[in-house]
């Protein structure tokens, strides 16, 4: 059972900072690409940023220059991406997911999926 395991997030000034992480865990042959998108009350939701197995990385526009994402890959076990968020604005405000395309176990065979976190509160305001 492939699972997305979210951690980070919380309550942060404007201006502040937090770190989220995500790590993938289950019987995984492979991930391609990793990532982050926010949802915020009212709105629909939209990609942060991704990262790519070759380290490829693709920022929303909104968030360049002040969130850094990052990947970590301990072998076959698994995968863990990090989300740094710097100079937080109110309008960062959201819950925050998890995203990763994942060839893994399922029954009997391996496929590829999307699998989803469950998100995490990140709220910016003083």
């Known amino acids: 059972q492939v699972q997305l395991v979210e951690s980070g997030g919380g309550l942060v000034q404007p201006g502040g900072s937090l770190a989220l992480s995500c790590a993938a865990t289950g019987n995984i042959f492979e991930i391609t690409i990793m990532g982050w998108y926010r949802q915020a009350p009212e709105n629909e939701r939209e990609l942060v940023a991704t990262?790519?197995?070759?380290?490829?990385?693709?920022?929303?526009d909104s968030v360049k220059g002040r969130f850094t994402i990052s990947r970590v890959n301990p072998g076959n076990t698994g995968n863990t991406v990090y989300l740094q968020m710097n100079s937080l604005k109110p309008e960062d405000t959201a819950v925050y997911y998890c995203?990763?395309?994942?060839?893994?176990?399922?029954?009997?065979?391996?496929?590829?999926?999307?699998?989803w976190g469950q998100g995490t509160q990140v709220t910016v305001s003083s």
């Open positions: 995203n990763a395309y994942i060839y893994a176990q399922s029954g009997l065979e391996y496929e590829w999926k999307d699998y």
């Open positions: 990262i790519g197995q070759s380290g490829s990385i693709n920022y929303a």
